[in-house]
């Protein structure tokens, strides 16, 4: 990407966003496509993965952290494999600190390609703390971008950046110990601007791509602990290792100063929690500097919803011929509220989806948080889960700044439903949600 322009307006998420509209408008992601706010799942992964195995600083290193992003899963794949002990991040950091996945003598490939996904390391990861002793050789993150220099931009959480502070303090990290990052070829700058960076950005030491490895030279200073005065109270009571950290210092006699109040941002994101705004702790540091100006970003869903009720108790002594009588009186309310739905909304929606095969005692909160997980957020839902059906409602497929070329989203919504499990059917083997287009309702 070194031959096109710097982006006007230089920040940080500034060329956060060059690098998602650019592999986004060049099909260079896998699934999950909806990259946006994320570390891309660029192609090229699993032969990045390769690449970085055959490094010595991979095979000399027996216990490796290595983030739980899409991109990175080859990685964590190629390193239970060769027998080594991994540390996977626990998400958003609420529970704990790490996941401590170890290898099992004589697991099968397909095991161990279980356990280097996310649901396969909450299944067998063992929960590790603070107070842990471990020594990591390796780590090993992901990135949006980064320049041959070592300076490297994440999703804009900061959560990778605050998990190195804590390996710091825990001493399970050095300023020796080398990171690593893998990203498409794209995704590398030849340099990025380093006033961008403040103490606490984690650079990497070695670009591996799916052509070629980097080597930074010389290396960047890496942080060399948790920088109190960066974060808020209110941060620290929603991660409980952060307030045990804060304890640990204290009792060494060391003076910990927070930020004294919490910004706007911060504030707003405490109680508009389906919201995404950026926010200016480290704590939780997305790289937005102070005086950029951020768009908020729309997650929630509407507040106007359709359901359907589902059978009460009594219905179970009904004569068959009266229960489908009265099934059949239910889904014709329930096709008038559609049909209603399209009246009121014939102006903003654009397509409809039918989800049917979920199981029937799968409740609409099961049904949302999978959609959340596979990015996708509808503006309406019918729900009808008591016959395994509903529908799902877009208003509009385009995001406010996508280039104009960038084609109507409608097939990466369907790609990020396929195989999808939710409520009863999520351990059961091929018993996948089914998902095909309804009639239009802008029609």
Not at 223 to 251: A, C, F
């Amino acid at each position: 990407m070194t031959e096109e322009p710097l982006p006007q307006e230089v920040t940080k998420h500034s060329f956060r966003q060059k690098v998602w509209d650019y592999l986004m408008k060049n099909e260079l992601v896998n699934f999950p496509f909806t990259i946006y706010d994320r570390i891309p799942n660029f192609k090229g992964a699993a032969e990045a993965a390769i690449r970085l195995a055959e490094l010595d600083e991979f095979k000399k290193a027996k216990i490796i952290k290595i983030n739980p992003d899409k991109p990175q899963e080859p990685v964590r794949f190629l390193a239970l494999e060769a027998n080594k002990e991994i540390l996977v991040p626990s998400p958003k950091l609420k529970s704990g600190l790490f996941l401590h996945v170890t290898p099992v003598a004589g697991a099968t490939k397909n095991k161990l390609r279980t356990w280097s996904k996310i649901h396969g390391m909450m299944e067998v990861g063992k929960p590790l703390g603070v107070e842990s002793n471990i020594k990591i050789d390796l780590v090993v993150l992901g990135s949006v971008c980064i320049s041959r220099e070592g300076y490297r931009l994440g999703k804009g959480k900061g959560f990778a950046d605050l998990e190195f502070a804590m390996m710091m303090r825990m001493g399970a990290v050095t300023e020796d110990t080398t990171v690593i990052t893998t990203v498409h070829d794209s995704q590398v700058f030849d340099c990025l601007p380093p006033q961008l960076f403040k103490e606490y950005d984690v650079p990497i030491d070695i670009i591996v791509t799916p052509t070629q490895t980097i080597i930074v030279n010389p290396r960047l200073k890496k942080p060399t602990g948790i920088i109190w005065h960066m974060l808020s109270e209110r941060r620290l009571k929603t991660m409980q290792v952060l307030q045990q950290l804060k304890e640990m210092d204290e009792k060494d006699g060391k003076i910990v100063n927070l930020k004294e109040e919490d910004s706007d941002l911060e504030t707003q994101e405490l109680y508009r929690s389906r919201s995404k705004y950026s926010k200016g702790d480290f704590g939780v540091n997305d790289g937005r500097e102070e005086g950029e100006k951020e768009k908020m970003v729309k997650t929630h869903y509407s507040k106007r919803r359709t359901y359907s009720k589902t059978k009460s108790e009594g219905d179970n002594n009904l004569p068959s011929n009266e229960m489908e009588e009265k099934l059949e009186n239910t889904d014709k309310i329930v096709q008038q509220r559609c049909e209603n739905l399209r009246t009121k909304s014939k102006q903003q929606i654009e397509f409809s989806l039918k989800l049917s095969n979920i199981s029937s005692g799968t409740r609409i909160r099961d049904l949302k948080n999978a959609l959340s997980e596979r990015g996708v957020k509808p503006d309406e839902i019918t729900w009808q889960g008591y016959r395994g059906v509903c529908y799902l409602h877009f208003n509009k497929l385009k995001k406010k700044n996508s280039l104009p070329e960038q084609p109507v989203q409608i097939d990466s919504i369907m790609a990020n439903l396929q195989e999808l499990r939710i409520g009863e059917s999520t351990g059961k083997k091929n018993n996948f949600v089914i998902v095909k287009p309804d009639k239009p309702i802008s029609v």
